[in-house]
Nanobody, 120 residues
Framework: QVQLVESGGGLVRAGGSLRLSCAASGSIFSINDMAWHRQAPGKQRELVATITTGGITNYADSVKGRFTISRDNAKNTVYLQMNNLKPEDTAVYYC??????????????WGQGTQVTVSS
């Protein structure tokens, strides 16, 4: 069993910044890709950013230049630095990760989500 616990959400004014964290724990031998997704009210969940074990990143066009994804492999943690936030960034943000257990079984889990609200 693997747990992903997010933190760092909150209420911020447009133009402000927030930093989300997601720590993985449990039966982990290795972690491959880590990612952040978000879901706004009435909309489908969408991919925000991904990062590979080696640090290769990919971003949704809507957040390029404003958001930065990073990871600390020693802490099994992924971060999302969000700058110049806009009201349309308001959503529940979820982290997702996949990897192998010590018995080399594949795992893929989601966090419980953290609310980000950007006021205009």
């Amino acid at each position: 069993q693997v747990q992903l616990v997010e933190s760092g959400g909150g209420l911020v004014r447009a133009g402000g910044s927030l930093r989300l964290s997601c720590a993985a724990s449990g039966s982990i031998f290795s972690i491959n890709d880590m990612a952040w997704h978000r879901q706004a009210p009435g909309k489908q969940r969408e991919l925000v950013a991904t990062i590979t074990t080696g640090g290769i990143t990919n971003y949704a066009d809507s957040v390029k230049g404003r958001f930065t994804i990073s990871r600390d492999n020693a802490k099994n943690t992924v971060y999302l630095q969000m700058n110049n936030l806009k009201p349309e960034d308001t959503a529940v943000y979820y982290c997702n990760a996949n990897g192998l257990t010590p018995r080399f079984l594949v795992w893929d889990y989601w966090g419980q989500g953290t609310q980000v609200t950007v006021s205009s």
